[in-house]
């Protein structure tokens, strides 16, 4: 058998033997001989395989199910330019801690700086994105491939060094790319990785009684989630949860954004934070205060500190019993304004972005799961009522991006095998279009986009580039081109042209009706809505929770 079948075969087995489930693949010429192992490992029921024709989406495609998963899923590409298009999966990865793998087909070395077509410096090519990579070649032998695999796996996983991220395993092959002949052999299939050990748990710190304290949340996993409503509830200590941190359910308290803008939050001397808090300016200013104490439980050998003066960074804490006091007064104040959010947006005359994210939320039961997208989306849900039994909550939180959420929520559906629901903008699904392209060869998951379409990106409304005075005078016009960007993108043709269903939403009944359906299949729910007041909407939520005058 020639060097590089042999050579690609050593690598899917080790892939397989290092506990990969999925290979998320994209057609070209130099990752033949991996695309023809992963078949075979295919066909023999050992490998569940995946095919995306753009690179981007299947970059994402493979973080989703690592997401949902929790376990390592290598994305492979042909060489050149198809490398780079999967960097904004991996940097995304790099920063929430998931174990995706691009898996890069590469050219003989000898070939680099010789104008050979598709050749370019890909060792490398991630930079401090990746936890670790292998460079591999024909004559790295079966042992090297078995190491080098079990290295770059086990420190994606996190195994070793609780800083679970992205890997490379960079593959050069030569020609010929295909096998010499057909074959029966499939004991390559068949392989021992080494067997590592994982790093042990961390150490409980026990933190003393005094400061009037809260637990915050940030993005997490569901694990994240789970430690930080026990720490806040076992203690009695007021619970804020993000809609990203799989907290908000229980103690957590639905207003909390709100009410960090109120007098009650200024009373606060010390802050545990969990996950990654970089939703909300008010959560911001909260770490930043030189008054407030910041204890960080980190998840690995890498923490968050937007303060910049945390004064413990610890694996897990324990908290004395608070004050029944203080906690009563922030649940008493989040009753009053959770209320009133939902009152004032009930008395709007059309629906708005916060009142789609509510009834969204409420709508996905415990066993499916529900992605919320970056931008107005996220921030929507952050004012929605906490759930008793609430899904799975996923969110590209890491860099925050709006690119690859249609991807994403497509490989969750996949790896998970439970149906999902992606509360999504215009704009998003505009960017990650070739998302919704998944071939007739290909498995499908149940899922359901619930696209907020205000045709541009709302955000800017609430923010300083908001403000009328910057459009207007010399600046006349600039909002809507540079900011909110409009698009006119008809959204029932998008869908048709890849083969999703799509159905307009006309209004609240219409909205509960449409989400009351089990998600089956994928379906696009469209639901139009100005953004034209959305400045203004956002001035009065806030002004809930100021004193008059």
């Known amino acids: 058998m020639n060097p590089s079948t042999v050579l690609a075969r050593a690598v899917v087995g080790q892939l397989l033997a290092n506990g990969v489930e999925h290979l998320v693949v994209a057609p070209g010429s130099r990752n033949t ?19 995306r024709i753009d690179e981007r989406v299947a970059g994402f495609t493979a973080y989703g199910i690592a997401r949902a998963t929790g376990r390592p899923v290598p994305v492979l590409t042909t060489s050149g330019t198809a490398v780079g298009n999967l960097l904004p999966a991996l940097m995304e990865a790099a920063h929430t801690g998931v174990p995706l793998i691009a898996l890069s087909a590469d050219r003989p070395n000898g070939m680099l ?13 991630f930079g401090g994105f990746v936890r670790a990579e292998a460079n591999l070649e024909a004559d790295s032998g079966a042992r090297a491939v078995r190491h080098q695999v079990a290295r770059v796996l086990a420190a994606a996983t996190g195994l070793r060094n609780r800083q679970p991220g992205p890997g490379h395993l960079n593959v050069r092959l030569a020609e010929p790319l295909v096998p010499d002949a057909a074959d029966d052999d499939l004991s390559w299939l068949d392989v021992e990785a080494p067997a590592i050990a994982p790093l042990g748990a961390g ?19 569901q694990a994240t989630g789970a430690r930080a409503r026990r720490t806040a509830e076992e203690a009695g200590v007021p619970l804020l949860a993000g809609p990203a941190s799989n907290a908000r359910t229980g103690s957590a308290l639905a207003g909390y954004r709100l009410l960090l803008e ?12 969990y996950g990654r ?6 959560v911001m200013r909260l770490l930043a205060r030189p008054d407030v104490e910041v204890i960080v439980v ?18 897990e804490v324990r908290l004395p019993a608070g004050d029944p006091d203080w906690l009563s007064g922030w649940q008493q104040a989040d009753r009053r304004v959770t209320a009133e959010v939902a009152g004032l947006l009930a008395a709007q005359p059309a629906l708005t972005g916060p009142e789609i994210a509510a009834a969204v939320v409420a709508s996905v039961p415990p066993e ?24 799975m909550v996923l969110g590209n939180r890491g860099l925050s ?8 929520a497509t490989g969750a559906g996949i790896g998970s095998g439970r149906p999902v629901t992606a509360l999504i903008g215009d704009v998003s699904l505009a960017h990650d279009a070739g998302g919704l392209l998944i071939g007739p060869t290909e498995q499908v998951p149940d899922l359901r986009v619930v696209l907020v379409n205000d045709d541009g990106g709302s955000i800017f409304h609430t923010l300083e580039q908001g403000d009328p005075r910057y459009d207007a005078g010399a600046y006349e016009g600039a909002f809507e081109r540079l900011f909110a960007t409009p698009h006119g993108l008809d959204f029932a043709a998008l869908a048709g042209a890849y083969g999703w269903r799509h159905r307009r939403i006309g209004g609240r009944e219409d909205l509960a009706e449409a989400l009351a359906a089990p998600v089956q299949g994928r379906e696009l729910l469209e639901v139009p809505i100005s953004r034209a007041d959305r400045r203004d909407l956002d001035t009065r939520l806030r002004a809930l929770v100021r004193p008059a005058g």
């Open 277 to 282: 808090p970089t939703l909300s300016r008010p």
């Open 203 to 221: 150490m409980l710190t026990e933190l003393g009684p005094g400061p009037r304290t809260v637990v915050l949340v940030g993005s997490g996993t």
């Open 368 to 391: 499916d799961l529900l992605l919320l997208g970056n931008s107005q989306p996220m921030r929507d849900a952050d004012l929605a009522p906490t759930l008793a039994v609430p899904a």
């Open 401 to 408: 991006g709006i690119d690859g959420l249609v991807s994403t």
């Open 113 to 125: 700086d010789t104008g050979a077509n598709q050749t370019t410096h890909q060792t490398g090519i």
């Open 33 to 51: 001989p991996l695309l023809l192992a992963a078949h075979r490992a295919a066909a023999a029921g050992r490998l569940r395989l995946h095919v």
């Open 298 to 315: 980190a998840d690995g050998s890498e923490w968050s500190d937007v303060g910049l003066h945390a004064a413990v960074v610890a694996d």
């Open 262 to 273: 109120t007098p009650l939050a200024e009373r606060i001397e010390r802050v545990v934070v």
